[in-house]
């Protein structure tokens, strides 16, 4: 039996990668599958894009316009509207490889399978080497696993309808649009490993990212960004008894104030931030 797709796009205030975006996704086959994409809030030319590409749509498509920042309530509203057995979710800079829904359906054919990861590559040569994962080994994740970020991206990542509804989707106090302005993929693929799912990454799916950052500025702004969200996901991690103390490990042994002082003060920062959430979350 063939699994259907919804492919789920949130974006905000970028038309111009959105229409390259909604282009490439123009030349992949039809089939069982719908495009879903979620404007945040946008005060540019986004709802016309998103208009005209619906107009001459080649697949079932449909439009959500909702107010105010929020990666994680955007996807989620999108997910709510969804028909799909997966959700497969990708970034409106991102251009999907024309095999890309086939692929996706292929290495979801385990049912054990909550999550999928696939390859992220850069499109543009020129941009930095970054947000990209090229690695063509495949992984597999077992039921409650410590995910390290990194290994699966939110630019190609996909989840079973059945995983993301028993964890309550994503966490929409982390990502961008809060002050964890990431995390919110792998804070996402770690619930649904603990609530006993399998994972994987895997090559087949492929998306290109065109994500336009250049120079040492830019991939400094990043980086701080990632760290921040990184100790906001340990931080979580920490209140889950079986991962407590892998994630405890991992964030010991790569902590250095010598030499990442920075790093480190701002995943403290994360964690700091991800506090309210964590005392929220604790049974009384």
Same mark, same amino acid.
């Given at each position: ?18 229409? /390259? &975006? ?10 069982? @599958? ?5 404007? %945040?809030?946008?005060? +540019? ?5 998103? $208009? ?41 800079? &991102? ?6 829904? $086939? ?20 499109? +543009? ?24 970020? #990194? ?6 990542? /996909? ?5 993301? +509804? ?6 929409? @106090? ?8 990431? #995390? $919110? %993929? ?29 120079? *040492? ?45 920075? *790093?480190?003060?701002? $995943?403290?920062?994360?964690? @700091? ?12």
């Amino acid at each position: 039996m063939t699994l259907t797709v919804s492919l789920i796009i949130a974006t905000r205030d970028r038309a111009d990668s959105l229409r /390259a &975006c909604l282009a490439s996704i123009a030349q992949l086959d039809p089939g069982d @599958w719908e495009l879903i994409v979620v404007d %945040d809030g946008s005060t +540019d030319s986004t709802r016309q894009v998103m $208009e005209a590409f619906g107009r001459d749509a080649p697949i079932p498509f449909q439009m959500i316009h909702k107010s105010g920042p929020g990666l994680s309530e955007a996807r989620n509203r999108g997910a709510a509207v969804a028909r799909g057995e997966l959700l497969a979710f990708t970034d409106d800079d &991102c251009y999907p490889a024309p095999d890309f829904i $086939e692929a996706l359906r292929h290495a979801f054919e385990d049912p054990r399978l909550g999550f999928v990861g696939g390859r992220v590559l850069l499109h +543009d040569p020129e941009d930095l080497p970054i947000t990209i994962q090229a690695s063509n080994q495949p992984v597999r994740f077992p039921p409650v696993s410590f995910l390290l970020p #990194g290994r699966i991206h939110g630019a190609n990542m /996909a989840v079973r309808r059945a995983g993301f +509804d028993q964890v309550g989707g994503f966490g929409t @106090w982390i990502g961008p649009g809060t002050k964890m302005a990431s #995390g $919110e %993929d792998v804070e996402l693929l770690a619930r649904i490993s603990a609530a006993g799912w399998e994972g994987a990454y895997d090559p087949r799916p492929v998306v290109y990212h065109h994500h336009r950052r250049r120079g *040492r500025e830019a991939l400094k702004s990043l980086l701080d960004v990632y760290a921040v969200g990184r100790g906001a996901y340990y931080a979580t991690l920490l209140t889950n008894p079986k991962l407590r103390w892998i994630t405890l490990k991992t964030w010991w042994r790569n902590t250095n104030l010598k030499r990442h002082r920075r *790093r480190s003060a701002l $995943e403290l920062k994360g964690a @700091w931030y991800a506090l309210p959430h964590i005392l929220r979350r604790r049974p009384r």
